[in-house]
Structures are given as C-alpha cells and as structure tokens.
C-alpha cells in the first residue's frame, strides 16, 4: 500500500530514498512522491509559508476592523484602550520575545544535531509560551471583574464618571461614546483570543515535537517539522508584536 | 485519419483491449483503503461523488423555486419557506459545488500528472481537504434539516445578526470549515506547482489547465480566509450580541459587505478560472493546434486573479458607499473583462484553420464559449453604475451569474468531465447519448436564463416568491427550461455510470491529445509514471506527438 495514510506515523518510511551521489544520507522520513529530500523539505517549508499568508489574511480582517473602529471611534478607544495594562501588556511581549529566541535557538539545535540541547530548547519555548497564556489568563480576568467583557454584563460606568470609580487620570466620555468602548473590547478580545488560540494550538504541537525531539526523531538531519513550527511561532509572535501598540499603547502620554 | 473525418475519436480493437490489471482502482480493495487513501486520483474520485451529490441537492432547491415560479401567486410554498429554499440553493451550489467543482477532482486527478509527478505535494492534506468538505456538507445538511436558513447565501448583516432566527451559525460555521477544504487545496496546488515540476517542465510548457488551477489557488489561499474571520464575527454577533456589524450599538454593516465581498468576488474566480483551463485544453485537443497566444493565455488567468481582488465594491454601489470609490471600482470591474476576452478571443483564433471536430467535450466547451461571453458582456453592464443602480438586485443579476456560473462553469466542467473520463475510468461513454445532453443542456439553459434577463430588465425583483402577472409567460419559459435542463444534467448521471461497467475500453488516449496525462495507461497506476518523464516540448505539440505514435508499436491489453 503505497500511499496510504498511516496514521500512528507522522511520516511514513521509505526505503527508497533518493542519495546524492557524493553523500549517502539516509533519511527514513523521505516521503515517496517526492525525487529528493531538498524537493520534501523545500515543498514544506514553502507550504508553511503559505498557510501563514493565509492566517496574515484571517488576521487581517480583524485588523482591518480594528483600524476602522479606532478611526471613527477614537475617544471611545482612547479610554478603553487605557484601561489595558501595559505593565502586563509589556511584560508579555518581553515573554514572547524570549519564547520566539528560545524557538530560534532550537531549530538551531536540530540542525547542528544536538539532541538534548534541542529538548531543552523546545521545553523553554513551552514554558515561556505557557506563562504568556497566564498573564493574558489574568488581564481577561480583571477585564472581567471590571464589567468590560462585551456582551449583556459590559458597564460603561466607568468610562462616564471615571472619578466615582476612584480613577483620576481619565476625562469622562458621553454615555453615547461610551457605547462604543464595547466594540474595543469585543475586537480586543477577539483578537487576542484568536492570538491566544494560536499560541495554546502551537503549545499542543511543543509537546508533540519535545515527545519526537527525546525520542532522537530531528537528530539525523531531519529537521523539517523543527524548521515549519519554528515559522509558526515566530509568526505567532509578530502578530502579537502588532496587536500590543495598537491594542495597548493609544495615546498614553506619558506610558504609564 | 484522414481530412475528412468528422472524429479523432479513436478506440483500441474492442476484441482484444483489456483495462489494465494494475491500476489507481485496482491496487487496493476495500472501503478503508478509499477513505484512508493519499493518492490523489482516489481523493478527486470521493470529491466527484460527493460534489455531484450536491450538486442535486442544490439542483432539487432549484427546481423547487421555478416550481413556486410557475405562477404569480405564492402558491407552493410559504414565503419564508421560498426564502429557505433560494438561500440553501446558493449555499449548496456556491460553496459545496462550484468552489470545489474542478480544482478538487479534475485539478486534483490531473494536476500532479500533467506536471510529471507521482502525486500533490502533501497528500494528507489533500485527504483532510477531503474531510473537512464533508464536515462542511455534512453541517450544512444538518442546518437544513434543523429548520433552515433563510439569510440568502449573502449572509447580509444586521439581518443574519439580528432579524432572524433561523440555523444561521451553523450554516456559517459549515462555510468556514468548508473554506478550510478550499484553503488546503489551493495550497497543495500551489506548492505543488512550484517544487514538483518534472525535469524539464518549465512553466512556460506548463498545460495551460494549471496556469488557471495556479491562478485560481492565489485566489482560494488569499480571499478564502477574509471569508472565514467574517462569518466568524456574524457568529459572535449572534452569540454574543456586540456591535461589530450593528449600527445601533456603533458598528457599521458595510465592513461585513466588505469583508464578505472581498472574498466573495474572488470567489466567482476561483469558480471560473479552472473551468477556463478545462477550455484551453479542450479547444486545442480538438482542433488538433496549440493553443494560440499561449503566453497571454496563462498571463491572462493571473491578471483575473490580480484583477478579482480588486473590483469587490462593484457589489455594494447601491448600499451608500462614495461615489469616487465607485466610480474607481466601476473601471476596475470593467477592466477584468480585458483578460477574459483575451481568453475567448485566443481560443476563437485557436479554432482559426484547425482540423475541428465536434465531440462531446467540445460541444460543452463551444456552450461555454458562447455563454461565457453572454455572461461577461452583461456583467460589463452591471459594472457601469448607472445601469447597475437600475438592474441590481433584479432578475438581471440572477441571470448574468447563472450565465458566468452555469453557462460557463458547469458547461465547463461537464466538457472536463467528458474529456477525462477515459482517462480516470479506462471507459468510454456513449458518444451520440453525451452528445445529446450537451445539446439538451445548452438548449435548457438558453430557454431558463434567457427570459430571466427579459424579466430583470423589466423589474422583477430577485429573492421574492410572488410577481405582478404580466412577468408569468416569461416565468413559464424559465421553469419550462429549467425542466429541460434537469434532463440535461440526469442523462450524464445515466450513462457515465452505465459506462463504468459496459462503457467500451478507452485506451491510453482516445481523443490523440498531447498531454502527459494522455501518454500514460487508463486508468494510471497509483504512482502514475513507472519512471518521471522528462519535458522535451511545448505544451500541445502535435508534431511531437504524431513522431512519437509513428515509432511506437501500439500494443493494447
């Protein structure tokens, strides 16, 4: 059975791999439809490279909103937008950042076939990965307790008479206006959501590569799924390196 | 084969052919080795049984609205009823047949062979495509069965947000995930296209077919998620009720008619382009000439993709958009027709002093051609904005789509169907059976389309299941045509699936043509090619071809 799809192997053996005729690599993931391992590695990487235009293109929509809204609606975002906290907000792009570093460290790893090195790169990436859903965990968590989850239970009270809620920094908007934090907070939860859902999806494949990476599966040159995820990830953190100026950082003179 | 003579058809001696024992069908038996499989002539095989499925399911809905038609009363059905009905008609047809039509079982059963490999570059993927089209189906079925949806395929908010409340996120949820099948599609063709070309298969001596799947893949990989993100903020809308699309709380329903539209016009492309390939190859297989003006026809398939994604607004010019961003977005759409009629008119000079003959594929493809033209000619009206105002949301529109969509697509992909089926079967159909459904096809589509740009021009709304009297004769020849096409669209069913069994034994290539896909066996082995050819000519080199059957000894069986 040639082609057939063997669903406990990721990648299904073949003898037949094509050699170079100075360098007899043996690689057993070599798939057969292809004429050679470059051909197997360049039709991945360039795969991945396509689906992530397509999520530029998912995003983009919500982008795309996003700027409309922040366009017509600007006194209304720049409020609501104050309510985020940069600390946290901040915190978690120096997170990310080191998260993507420790993604970049490990696709070294595998290529130069350092197993353990590689495992413990993969576990450092998770980690840090993890701590970011935990931090965004607690920001939800306060938007929550402060009534500004989008939908039956969102109060604008805060934005109208900021001073009765004990907040001194913040002119109070037109009740009107501040009908319109809601759409803020709805495409601030969607966006990050959606960005959240990407990082525990990619967290999900983390533990699958850390299982394959113990088990010595990218220690012989065969690095291709390493090399795919690691442009999955680090796409995962520039989306996140565009959502938190404009999510975070309207109009804050001084940051704060 | 002499000059006279009126087929090229031209079959192995039935006595002693055989279908060869080796083959894609016969080198695995079971259901799990078809529902497991990764090759990709199985994939397209599950694709075309289930698309045709759909396409009668959709085609049910169809006759069901002529029927209500008939009269100018509301008689048959109930007014919301009929609203389900169109709705669940353009749903099924749009997204579960004519998006997938051709790229997901012509494309994906010739592509990796006309390109010289074994098979698309991730066939896993391509069998998930596969099942998340069912899933889509299988969702869709299930809103239809729950009660309906009755939002139109166009899914316009607020009213699919607020005023109904019907199956609407379920029917949303079953295009997103079908949009994914599309999604993974046009991506295994596109890397496919670029990584798997055989030794010497340059893109310029590529079968102008995959220059349009090419094209057509941009499409699906680019517009296909914009879909996705937009419906998922319809279902958010309902679910959660924010006003992203409601102007009472700030939002704004043209973003969605944005979003949608920037996807939903590609769309028509995506459906479009690979039924262009299928008439590049057709036209020049039977008129036994390479297709002329090559280059500009491959260029032009890219130009629409270009183009298509920047003509959306040509849908919304009645919804209180600018008038400058109309008045651009009207000579853009005017612009697509500069590629499209580079097409027809390069397949018009490739039928010039060719040795043409009329079998059935190119019967489809001559419907095509002509109804093809009707169908982008009327759509240059709607592009100008003063007739647009006049006739949009009319019978008009609804005409000139089925025109582009039908006319063109189905008669498209009906020819490619024609055209391959020795090929993927080993069979041959009936020849003067196929030749009469495709006259019957085409004179059914005149006799219901025809009338309906009649009645458009003269007012008739789209969407309403009730009109003043003086439209009905007109109606009558609509739903009387829409009979005839139903026996158009049946007899196929019939006797491709009588020819699976009785058909006589095609051979290697029974209509001569130059293709890769032709110099192998029907049907292929599973891996197609015993070794990768090599590329040593142009596409549709008939000279080639002729050197080569003269130094072959043909043996057969």
Known sequence: MDNSIVTTEPLMPRETAVHEEHEHVFIPQHRHHFETEEQQREAGSFGMWLFLLTEIMFFGGLFFAYLLYRNWYYDAFVPASNFLSVTLGGTNTAILITSGFFMALAVWAAEVRKKQFLVIALILTTLFGLAFISIKYVEWHDEWVHRHVPGASFDISEFVSPKAHGITDQKPISPDMAEHCQIFFFLYFAMTGMHALHMIIGIGLLVWLILRAQRGDFSAGYVAPIENFGLYWHFVDIVWLFLFPLLYLINRHPLK | ?557
């Not at chain 2, 609203?83 to 047809?93: E, R, V, W």
């Not at chain 2, 060719?354 to 982008?376: K, N, R, V």
């Not at chain 2, 005409?399 to 582009?404: E, N, R, W």
């Not at chain 2, 050819?533 to 043996?555: C, F, I, R, S």
């Open chain 2, 1 to 557: 084969m002499s000059a006279t003579s009126t087929t090229i058809l031209n079959l192995p001696d039935q006595t002693t052919a055989a279908i060869p024992k080796k083959n894609y069908i016969s080198s695995e038996h079971g259901l799990l080795s078809w529902l497991l499989t990764g090759d990709h002539k199985r994939i397209a095989m599950l694709y075309l049984i289930s698309i045709t499925f759909f396409f009668f399911i959709g085609g049910a809905f169809a006759g069901l609205i002529r029927l209500e038609l008939l009269t100018p009363q509301p008689d048959l059905v109930a007014s919301d009823t009929y609203n389900k009905f169109f709705t669940m008609h353009g749903i099924i047809m749009v997204f579960l047949f004519l998006v997938p039509s051709v790229p997901a079982t012509l494309g994906n059963f010739l592509i990796p062979i006309m390109l010289g490999a074994r098979d698309l570059a991730f066939p896993k993927i391509n069998l998930l495509s596969w099942y998340l089209y069912l899933a889509g189906g299988t969702l869709t079925l299930a809103a239809l069965v729950l009660g309906g949806v009755d939002t139109g395929w166009t899914f316009t908010t607020p009213l699919s947000t607020h005023y109904l409340n019907t199956h609407v996120v379920t029917t949303a949820s079953a295009i997103f995930v079908a949009g994914f099948s599309s999604i993974f599609t046009g991506l295994n063709f596109i890397v496919t296209i670029h990584r798997m070309r055989c030794p010497g298969m340059t893109w310029f001596r590529m079968p102008l077919f995959v220059w349009s799947h090419y094209a057509a893949s941009i499409l699906m990989v680019l517009g296909t998620p914009v879909l996705a993100i937009s419906l998922t903020l319809v279902g958010l809308e309902r679910l959660v009720g924010i006003g992203v699309f409601d102007p009472t709380k700030g939002g704004d329903p043209l973003l969605f008619q944005h979003l949608f539209w920037f996807y939903s016009h590609p769309a028509v492309y995506i459906m479009i382009l690979p039924g262009m390939g299928v008439i590049s190859e057709v036209v020049s297989t039977f008129s036994r000439k390479r297709v002329f003006g090559y280059t500009a026809v491959a260029f032009s398939s890219v130009a629409i993709a270009l183009f298509g994604f920047f003509v959306w607004e040509h849908h919304m010019f009645i919804m209180g958009v600018s008038n400058y961003s109309a008045l651009v977005f009207s000579l853009l759409s005017m612009l697509v027709a500069v590629p499209s009629a580079i097409k027809i008119f390069n397949w018009s000079f490739t039928l010039q002093k060719g040795s043409i003959t009329f079998e059935t594929p190119m019967l489809y493809a001559f419907g095509f051609m002509g109804l093809f033209t009707i169908g982008g000619l009327t759509g240059i009206f709607l592009a100008a904005l003063g007739m647009d105002i006049q006739l949009t949301e009319t019978y008009f529109i609804v005409a000139h789509f089925h025109f582009v969509m039908v006319g063109g697509m189905l008669m498209a992909f009906l020819s490619g169907v024609h055209f391959w089926w020795p090929k993927m079967t080993g069979r041959m159909y009936p020849e003067s059976l196929s030749k009469l459904a495709a006259v019957v096809t085409f004179i059914g589509f005149i006799l219901t389309f025809m009338p309906q740009f009649i009645v458009g021009y003269l007012g008739m709304p789209r969407r309403y299941h009730a009109y003043p009297p003086e439209y009905q004769v007109l109606n009558v020849l609509s739903t009387a045509g829409a009979t005839v096409l139903g026996v158009g669209y049946m007899l196929p069913i019939l006797y491709l699936a009588w020819s699976l069994k009785y058909g006589a034994i095609a051979g290697n290539n029974p209509w001569q043509a130059t293709g890769l896909e032709w110099q192998i066996q029907s049907p292929p082995l599973t891996e197609n090619f015993t070794e990768i050819p090599v590329m040593d000519h142009e596409a549709y080199d008939y000279e080639w071809l002729e050197h080569k059957t003269q130094n072959e000894v043909t043996t057969v069986g």
